[in-house]
T-cell receptor, first 110, second 114 residues
Framework: GNSVTQMEGPVTLSEEAFLTINCTYT??????LFWYVQYPGEGLQLLLK?????DKGSNKGFEATYRKETTSFHLEKGSVQVSDSAVYFC?????????FGQGTTLQVKP | DTGVSQDPRHKITKRGQNVTFRCDPI?????LYWYRQTLGQGPEFLTY????????KSRLLSDRFSAERPKGSFSTLEIQRTEQGDSAMYLC????????????FGPGTRLTVL
């Protein structure tokens, strides 16, 4: 079946630190991969996506590369800010619907 | 473009009551999705529509749940005889015909069953 596994949180970092949130997936076929972000009190927002192997999605300084050989889509940012504090969800799309990981809470301290 | 809207934002009900939620997708988006999110978990797929046709339903959607999209625009999700286990955030999303990969989410309806 299809599933997504994310590293457990919370992840606590100081401002300007490097961020990695690991995400691996299991899927049949060739899914599209996504990172969604949920800021406190707000709805889910698409952060970035990649639709085929070796594609790199990027937005707001965040990046993730679709690695078919390791079935991974790790989220990275070189220098986090306090405003990046949120819950991050990795997801895959297969047959039209999204399948999400359990989410990783990021707390960035000044 | 006003985004996906959901109504109500919060609903508190007693066990055994029926509740109905509404979702208005982004204008001219032909696909509409419902998800459920419980505390500390990622959203789980419930069902989706292409225009007015309901194309897929999750096994999570018991017989007490029904969703409609009668004119291919807004959608309603009804839960009959609510149970405490139905307490969750119900999320709606929509996607455009030429970009079905990108789903835009509404703010959600938080249901609390007492």
């Amino acid at each position: 079946g299809n599933s997504v596994t994310q590293m457990e949180g919370p992840v606590t970092l100081s401002e300007e630190a490097f961020l990695t949130i690991n995400c691996t997936y299991t899927a049949t076929g060739y899914p599209s991969l996504f990172w969604y972000v949920q800021y406190p009190g707000e709805g889910l927002q698409l952060l970035l996506k990649a639709t085929k192997a070796d594609d790199k999605g990027s937005n707001k300084g965040f990046e993730a590369t679709y690695r078919k050989e390791t079935t991974s889509f790790h989220l990275e940012k070189g220098s986090v800010q306090v405003s990046d504090s949120a819950v991050y969800f990795c997801a895959l799309m297969n047959t039209g619907k999204l399948i999400f990981g359990q989410g990783t809470t990021l707390q960035v301290k000044p | 473009d006003t985004g996906v809207s959901q109504d109500p934002r919060h609903k508190i009900t007693k066990r055994g009551q029926n509740v109905t939620f509404r979702c208005d997708p982004i204008s001219e988006h032909n696909r509409l999705y419902w998800y459920r999110q419980t505390l500390g978990q990622g959203p789980e797929f419930l069902t989706y529509f292409q225009n007015e046709a309901q194309l897929e339903k999750s096994r999570l959607l018991s017989d007490r749940f029904s969703a409609e999209r009668p004119k291919g625009s807004f959608s309603t999700l009804e839960i009959q005889r609510t149970e405490q286990g139905d307490s969750a955030m119900y999320l709606c999303a929509s996607s455009a015909r030429d970009s079905i990969v990108t789903q835009y989410f509404g703010p959600g309806t938080r249901l609390t069953v007492l």
